[in-house]
């Protein structure tokens, strides 16, 4: 019997609803995995997208991050932005943001959902793979494999089997990596290790240490190159911002009123009809001066005036007249 208050059957149904919504999400996991290796193939075209996919997800993030935090175009007067675009972008510049807190932590939990980015490791009949490193059984049994064990350009650990021990009908599948085809490659050496460059797989490395190097080189590259296109960015948008505020009319100086009269006549006619007329003479400081007219009639039988107004300006004038 349950102690909680409350309707008790909601609190079944919604315990119900989340662990429908779990198995749905291990089925989708095991089906993945299951349909892998039961082809006992593993392409780089799948582990290259899996990979991709997060890259570039990451790298529009840390782009929209630095495009609102710079000063350039957000100076210390961000406040002043419309109310809907500072609500929208406020939580990103301030990192002890609840807001911004959660949202880094799912940028660093994510890797872990995405099928191979989840400490995987599996076993084929055309190599072993593994994310990030294998475990001591993988190893060993890559080595019992008489395989090549390095890591991929992707960050995945492999065991390249030899064609001998390959099933044959594998071996016709185009981006198969196997021991020999990346040895007939050209390599370079990098602290001892060996870096192969395959056309069709990209780079094989036999030791982590020259992957590692080679990843945060590439990473430096990458974003120095989205930096500079961010920049380009930046400067168009700038030039726009700049080209609109040039457009703007330019507001003249308020003038100083040195003098004004008035003068004001009221008279009603024969019909009935209310006439006030209104004459305002104005003189400015800088010479010049104005006449406004303002004529309001109204009719017999009407409860509201009819305005009519006019302004004359005069330049300055020269000399004593």
């Known amino acids: 019997m349950s102690i909680l208050p409350g309707n008790n059957n909601d ?95 799912v940028l660093t939990d994510w890797p872990n959902f995405l099928p191979f980015k989840r400490n995987t490791q599996i076993i084929s009949d055309v190599g072993l793979f593994s994310y990030p490193t294998p475990s001591s ?47 007939s490659c050209s390599s370079t050496s990098h602290n001892g290790d060996i870096v192969y460059e395959t056309p069709n797989n990209g780079k094989f490395f036999t030791g982590f240490s020259a992957y590692m190097d080679w990843s945060s080189a590439m990473r430096k590259a990458q974003s120095a190159e989205r930096l500079e296109k961010l920049k380009e960015k930046k400067k168009e948008w700038v030039s726009l911002l700049n080209e609109k505020t040039s457009e703007a009319p330019a507001l003249e100086p308020a003038k100083e009123v040195t003098s004004t009269c008035t003068t004001t006549s009221f008279y009603t006619t024969k019909d009935g009809t209310e006439k006030n007329y209104t004459k305002i003479r104005q003189s400015f400081s800088d010479g010049t001066s104005q006449i406004k007219r303002v004529s309001k009639t109204k009719h017999a039988g009407d409860d509201h005036f009819e305005t009519q107004e006019s302004i004359t300006e005069y330049p300055k004038t020269s000399g004593w007249f």
């Open 11 to 105: 609190d079944d149904k919604d315990v119900d609803h989340v662990r429908d919504m779990k198995k749905s999400l291990d089925d989708v996991t095991h089906t993945i995995l299951n349909t892998i290796k039961g082809a006992s193939l593993v392409t780089n075209e799948i582990l290259d997208k899996s990979a991709d996919a997060w890259d570039l997800t990451k790298s529009h993030v840390n782009d929209l991050k630095a495009l609102v935090t710079d000063e350039e175009l957000f100076p210390e007067d961000f406040g002043n932005l419309p109310g809907a675009v500072s609500n929208s972008l406020g939580f990103l510049f301030d990192s002890d943001d609840d807001n911004l807190s959660k949202f880094n932590k």
């Open 137 to 183: 059984e993988l190893y060993e049994l890559c080595k019992e494999k008489n395989g090549m064990a390095g890591w991929d350009h992707n960050g995945y650990w492999r065991c390249l089997f030899p064609k001998a021990i390959i099933p044959p009908q594998f071996l016709l599948q185009k981006d198969l990596l196997t021991k020999e085809y990346a040895q």
